[in-house]
């Protein structure tokens, strides 16, 4: 993985779900999760998208916005947003250069298969672009609670 606890956070440009830009720069002087998943409405994702959904309130109070970054495209995000009720941006890396430039791309197993795909992560970042804390292990049906556990704050 190339991004690291107390490190600035790689430079990323995408587009959401209502085809506006968003990058790190954009974001500068505000507080945010992005959690990286391999696909818009799969089984394990959408529980992943849904345990965040649920939880965005209090993610929210503690001062953070949520984006979620997967290949699919915007088109296929407002989608998903629309059929499960998401407060949150969804960002489309149809290009994976994002997780690519972020580590979170490349071989790994799949119910017995070697495939390539996307590294399940979330990445909290502070008001400065500095990466405050990263989820490896992603739990999926319990991730929102996953990430205020993460949070700087909770600590």
Not at 33 to 51: I, N, R, W
Not at 64 to 91: A, M, N, R
């Amino acid at each position: 993985m190339k991004v690291e606890t107390g490190k600035k956070l790689p430079d990323f440009s995408l587009l959401n779900q209502k085809e506006e830009e968003i990058t790190n720069k954009s974001l500068l002087g505000q507080k945010y999760v992005l959690f990286f998943y391999p696909k818009d409405d799969s089984p394990g994702c959408t529980k992943e998208a849904c345990s965040i959904r649920d939880n965005y309130r209090k993610i929210e109070k503690q001062g953070y916005k949520v984006f979620g970054v997967s290949p699919d495209t915007p088109k296929k995000h407002q989608k998903f947003i629309d059929k499960y009720e998401f407060q949150y941006d969804l960002l489309a890396d149809t290009e994976k250069k994002t997780l690519t430039d972020f580590g979170l791309w490349g071989p790994k197993k799949f119910m017995g298969r070697e495939i390539v795909g996307v590294y399940r992560t979330t990445i909290l970042v502070d008001e400065e672009g500095i990466v405050e804390n990263i989820i490896e292990k992603v739990k999926t049906k319990e991730h929102g609670i996953q990430i205020l556990d993460a949070m700087p704050v909770n600590k």
